[in-house]
């Protein structure tokens, strides 16, 4: 039987401001901020979902008013019927808009965080956790601290190797030595059992990038996250592979189902980051997931943002299984832990999701009612 149509959506959006600025190579994060969607059908059974927001400063501000005057087209007509991929039917619903506006983007981040949300009022309905009623046959995953900034990993590495983390990322591509000398410092000071990974956010070319990695690759990383921007030719990333010892990885900032389909093919990554909220949601990552483990790659998605994204992040890796590790933030930002039910500690080095219907949690919007900037109800209109 097809699921009743879903009949209201709520949209929440909070913002912490930071006591310390964040370094970025594009540019200082003054604040945090978290977009939330709860769906509602007409028999009152609802799902959560997030929608990335990050950048550029104040993204944040736009995403969410686009959001509102998106998403009466944008639901009309639907229920949480998963036959098809809610993400690709938005997405397609608002692909006019995202070209006139020239907004690919936002869009696609819009409709992977309903995406989410009708995902986890799915499995709400049939009783099950998402991961479950994803095939996923574990409720935990391996995961990762990341976030560490050159000018503090000494104190983030500590706080999460209290929390039970023993691999780690930090930030590089900033000044004139590219940071790489507090990278050379916070490998030397990992244990025998840690590992350490690295984050370039698109900062260099391709001379450079080769300079580079041959540098960090001495330090025997797990992989190294974006050297190039996005849309740098797919033949450069194939160079710069062959050219290096290194695992490149990347995928967070791909829009397009073929822009994956072609890194697939070419070989130069042997790491797929698609991000849950900033595109293609839990159909269509879980989708993408499949096929990168299916052709011998390794799965880790990405995520920076709030603790909705972050669970669901984590049901989704859970469900396609592999070796991958869930991202998980070591930065400020009480809006991923104030919305994460367990806390960000992982048990016996492993991050554990709660087996309950759907996320297995009700986010505590009140809780962060410090944090709130707007919320506003919209009913959906099926005529």
Not at 170 to 193: H, I, M, P, Y
Request: glycine share 10%; aromatic share 8%; charged share 20%.
């Amino acid at each position: 039987m097809t699921p009743p149509l879903l009949a209201r959506v709520e949209v929440f959006h909070f913002r912490h401001q930071l006591s310390r600025a964040i370094p970025s190579t594009m540019g200082d994060v003054t604040s945090r901020p978290c977009i939330l969607v709860r769906l509602e059908d007409t028999e009152g059974a609802f799902g959560w979902g997030e929608i990335w927001c990050n950048f550029p400063p104040d993204g944040d501000l736009h995403r969410v008013r686009l959001a509102q005057n998106v998403l009466p087209a944008a639901l009309a007509g639907l229920s949480s019927d998963l036959t098809q991929s809610p993400f690709r039917r938005i997405a397609q619903r608002l692909h006019r808009i995202a070209l006139q506006a020239g907004e690919i983007g936002p869009v696609v981040q819009i409709a992977a965080g309903l995406d989410i949300a009708i995902h986890d009022l799915a499995s709400r309905r049939s009783n099950q956790s998402l991961a479950r009623f994803m095939g996923a046959e574990k409720t935990s995953v391996l995961a990762y601290a990341s976030g560490i900034s050159p000018d503090a990993y000494e104190g983030q590495i500590a706080r999460m190797r209290a929390l039970g983390y023993d691999h780690f990322k930090q930030r590089v591509g900033f000044g004139a030595d590219d940071s790489l000398g507090q990278a050379e410092a916070a490998a030397a000071g990992l244990g025998a059992d840690e590992r350490i990974m690295f984050d370039a956010n698109q900062a260099w070319d391709l001379p450079t990038a080769i300079k580079q990695a041959a540098r960090l690759g001495r330090l025997s990383p797990l992989f190294l996250e974006e050297p190039m921007p996005a849309d740098t030719p797919v033949a450069d990333w194939v160079a710069l592979a062959q050219a290096c010892t290194l695992d490149i990885a990347a995928g967070e900032n791909m829009r397009t189902q073929p822009e994956f389909d072609n890194f697939l093919a070419s070989g130069a990554l042997s790491v797929f980051q698609p991000d849950v909220c900033k595109w293609g949601g839990m159909s269509a990552c879980l989708a993408l997931a499949k096929q990168v483990l299916a052709q011998d790659r390794s799965y880790f998605p990405h995520y920076l943002g709030g603790g909705v994204g972050l669970m669901a992040s984590a049901h989704l890796l859970a469900a396609a299984g592999g070796s991958g590790r869930l991202e998980v933030d070591s930065s400020e930002n009480p809006l991923m832990t104030h919305f994460t039910p367990a806390g960000l500690g992982l048990v016996d080095g492993r991050f554990h999701l709660p087996d309950a219907a759907g996320l297995g949690f009700t986010p505590d919007t009140a809780g962060a009612a410090d944090s709130l900037m707007s919320r506003s109800e919209i009913l959906v209109n099926h005529a």
